[in-house]
């Protein structure tokens, strides 16, 4: 896992080359500036040409996705898996539309592309 900083309110995830379609995402460790929040592990992959970033939590249970570190896309590279009970979620909006949380949704972080890099907002993200 990479071990982001917090500057300015954003943390540094890694180099948008890092990032292909579809494939293997970034670790990194979220800072939640809520109070009483701690790290958390999170990630980001690229889809639809954005980097996504989200927390590694599954909607069902409060398992980390990846079923290889960095591995969060099934086969086709449409949905983020997780490996514990097979849950799909949309990579977009982390939306959960199979397995035993359907309708949940993965928790997603505010990030952007700036300068070659990938950064993550360090904001608590919106409630659902
Ligand atoms: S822990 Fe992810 S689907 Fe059950």
């Known amino acids: 896992m ?3 900083e917090a500057i300015g309110g954003w943390i540094d995830v890694c180099a948008s080359g890092e990032l292909v379609e579809g494939g293997d995402g970034v670790r990194f460790e979220w800072l939640d500036p809520r109070e009483g929040g701690g790290v958390l592990p999170a990630f980001v992959v690229r889809f639809d040409g954005q980097p996504r970033a989200f927390l590694n939590r599954c909607a069902h249970v409060a398992m980390e996705l990846d079923w290889l570190p960095g591995r969060f896309f099934d086969e086709a590279g449409l949905y983020l898996i997780c490996a514990t009970h097979g849950a799909l979620y949309e990579p ?3 939306a959960c539309v199979a397995g035993p949380c359907r309708g949940a ?8 592309e700036r300068g070659g890099r990938v950064r993550v907002a360090a904001e608590p993200p919106p409630d659902r």
Request: aromatic share 0%; net charge negative; hydrophobic share 50%.
């Open 92 to 94: 977009d909006s982390g």
């Open 105 to 112: 949704a993965l928790l997603a972080l505010r990030c952007e």
């Open 2 to 4: 990479s071990v982001a």
